[in-house]
Each structure stands twice: as structure tokens, then as C-alpha cells.
């Protein structure tokens, strides 16, 4: 009994921490999964802005999610060519 | 005036949706309101039971749809609860039976005849899930904490959503002891993950089982807890939407009412 009552208060974590962690990445997972359009538009949308100041190697980039124990990130990776010269406008 | 039409829905299954289809529909017509509760789960059906109901059916819901027959003469009425009526489910017919089409304007001419119209859904995502959306004017969604739930009580409402149906949540069989030892998700961890309007709490209850054992109405009985978690939330449906959600709490209520005299939380 001694042995419960000290597992509770010093290194068991209360399982309901880790039911949420897990449910918050599988919900931010689940809806990157189910459309695969959107990313591919995000992606689209993403070279259009960057175009405007480097040159980009389209055919070399990548977008990924990356999942780390507490973040997900999105990941876009891509080699700059060059950078462009601004104009005065 | 119109009446509402309210889809009661979990995507997963065995969270207690019809349990809560049948409550919340009695609750209203204690209320004052004449209100039909529709079982949209073709070839499954399980409202008549729970409501014991079973042996009185004539017509059921494909009926009306296919213009078989009048949607008075397919209405069974409760003999214990004034205006309450259920309007059941084929058993024998398959999902695909129903068009979205045909669905939804029955669903239009049942406004027309009663306060509040109840859909009690089907469990998943697929045609008879989209039958039972397609005419209501408000949603409902329940849950229970935990995980399987809760993920997919977070698609349904995306879909409800892309719908523009904004669902309110009910959160049911709430265990207080075991959420205060930590070992089940609170109704504000799962409020937090799923971010919409919390509409009610019910806390697990023995007497739910007891009373679709009998087919009695859960609301009728004045020591289920659940009932009274359920009768709250029709009357914050029912324009009371200031009334606050009680919180589930292991304390007996004699405790609670000398913790209340003596001003403790």
C-alpha cells in the first residue's frame, strides 16, 4: 500500500496527460492527412511568395510534417539558387 | 412557426447517442413541447427498444420517406409522456434505401408539425450519417473521454462544419473519482482539444442500463443523475441558455448539501 501511495505521488504521471497529448497530434495529423490538396496548394502558394526574392530549385523542395515528441512542425526545404535584386519601385 | 430540426450525432459508436436521442427528446416534451425523435439508423434500429416502444409499430421512417404512408400514421405516441413521439427505423431495409432528397423534406414537413425534431443518428461518416444531417437545422454531439471518441467526435464536427452546422457537445459517462485521480480525460481537456460550445455533462450512471432494460424513459426517474444531466440540457436547448452546466462530482449529494450550507466548493 506504502509502495502505491508512493509511485502516485512521485513518478507516475496520471494517464489522462498522455490521452490528451496523443489525441492533439492525431488531430493536427489527421487533418494534414486527409487533404492532400491543401497541401499541395500551401505548397504552390508557398513557392509564389518566395519566388518573389530568391530563386528556388522547384523541382528540389520538399514539405514535410515533422512530429517531435511536443511540437509538429512543418518543414519546407528547399536550395536557394540566388538571390534576386530588389527594384526600386 | 417552424420547428427545429436537431441531428444528434458521435461518429463513433456506443457513446450513448441514443440513450441521449431518447432522453433529451423526452426532456423537451416535459418541457411543454410536442417533439418527434426520428431513428435514422436504417436496418439497426434500437430508439424503439430504448424507448420501449417496440411492440407499437406500424410504419416506420423509410415509409414516409417513399410516401408510403402519412408521417401521423408512422408517429407512435407515448403513452407516459405528453406530445412525445418516435418515429422509427426500418429494420429490414438497407442505408442506401433513403435519398438525401427525400430525407430532407420530410424532414421540412416534420418542422411543420412539431416544436422539435430529433435525429438520432448512425454511428460513422457514410450515407446514412449524411441522411441524417442532411435536414436538421442544429447538431449535437456526444462523446465520451476518451481517445477513439474524441478523434472522432473531431471529424464529425469538421464535417458538420463543411455543413454549416455549428454542433454543441455533450460530454457523457463522466467517472468524477476517476477524473480526479487523473486517469480520465476532464470535459476540459476534452472542451480544449475540440474547441466548440459545451452544451451539457453527464455523468455515468447505473440507472441508464436499468431503464432501457425496462424501456422506461430515463428522464422519468428523479434519482438518475444522468436523467437530470439530460433534462438540463433540454431545457438549454429549449431557450434557457443561461442555465448553468452542472459539473459531475463524486460527492454524494448529502455531502454536497453540507458543504453548500457551510459554504465549501
Known amino acids: 500500500m506504502f509502495n502505491a501511495l508512493f509511485k502516485r505521488f512521485t513518478s507516475q ?71 534576386k535584386r530588389k527594384r526600386a519601385s | 412557426m417552424e420547428g427545429k430540426v436537431i441531428v444528434v450525432t458521435s461518429g463513433k459508436g456506443g457513446v450513448g447517442k441514443t440513450t441521449a436521442t431518447a432522453s433529451i427528446g423526452a426532456a423537451l416534451a416535459l418541457e411543454g413541447k410536442r417533439v418527434a425523435i426520428v431513428d435514422m439508423d436504417i436496418g439497426l434500429r434500437n430508439l424503439d427498444v430504448v424507448m420501449g416502444l417496440e411492440n407499437r409499430i406500424v410504419f416506420n421512417i423509410v415509409d414516409v420517406v417513399l410516401g408510403k404512408c402519412k408521417i401521423s400514421q408512422a408517429a407512435i405516441r407515448d403513452r407516459r409522456i405528453e406530445n412525445l413521439f418516435l418515429i422509427p427505423a426500418s429494420q429490414s431495409d438497407n442505408k442506401d434505401v433513403l435519398s438525401p432528397a427525400g430525407v430532407e423534406r ?90 466548440i460550445e459545451l452544451l451539457g455533462l453527464v455523468p455515468m450512471d447505473e440507472h441508464v442500463l436499468i431503464s432501457s432494460n425496462t424501456g422506461t424513459p430515463l428522464v422519468l426517474q428523479n434519482d438518475s443523475k444522468a436523467g437530470h444531466a439530460f433534462r438540463r440540457i433540454a431545457r438549454r436547448l429549449n431557450g434557457e441558455a443561461d442555465l448553468p452546466i452542472e459539473i459531475p462530482s463524486h460527492r454524494s449529494s448529502m455531502w454536497k448539501k453540507i458543504s453548500k450550507t457551510f459554504g465549501f466548493k
Do not use: W
Not at chain 1, 499541395?40 to 509564389?48: E, G, M, P, Y
Not at chain 1, 528556388?56 to 536550395?79: C, G, H, M, Q, Y
Not at chain 2, 462523446?143 to 469538421?158: E, L, N, Y
Not at chain 2, 452546422?165 to 470535459?187: A, C, D, F, H
Open chain 2, 106 to 195: 420530410v424532414a421540412n414537413d416534420l418542422r411543420k408539425e412539431f416544436d422539435y425534431v430529433i435525429m438520432d443518428s448512425p454511428a460513422g461518416i457514410e450515407r446514412g450519417f449524411q441522411n441524417a444531417i442532411v435536414g436538421a437545422n442544429e447538431a449535437i454531439v456526444i462523446c465520451t473521454p476518451d481517445v477513439s471518441s474524441v478523434r472522432d467526435a473531431d471529424r464529425v464536427i469538421g464535417i458538420l462544419y463543411s455543413r454549416s452546422l455549428t454542433p454543441k457537445l455533450v460530454v457523457n459517462r463522466i467517472e468524477p473519482s476517476r477524473v480526479e485521480r487523473g486517469e480520465m480525460l476532464s470535459y476540459e481537456d476534452v472542451l480544449e482539444v475540440l474547441s
Open chain 1, 13 to 83: 504521471k496520471p494517464s489522462k496527460n498522455t490521452a490528451k497529448k496523443r489525441l492533439q497530434f492525431s488531430l493536427i495529423y489527421d487533418k494534414l492527412e486527409v487533404n492532400d490538396t491543401t497541401l499541395t496548394d500551401l505548397q504552390n502558394d508557398i513557392v509564389a511568395v518566395i519566388s518573389k526574392y530568391f530563386e528556388i530549385d522547384k523541382d528540389a523542395l520538399e514539405l514535410k510534417v515533422k512530429r517531435d515528441d511536443d511540437v509538429s512542425a512543418l518543414v519546407f526545404n528547399t536550395p536557394i539558387l540566388q538571390v
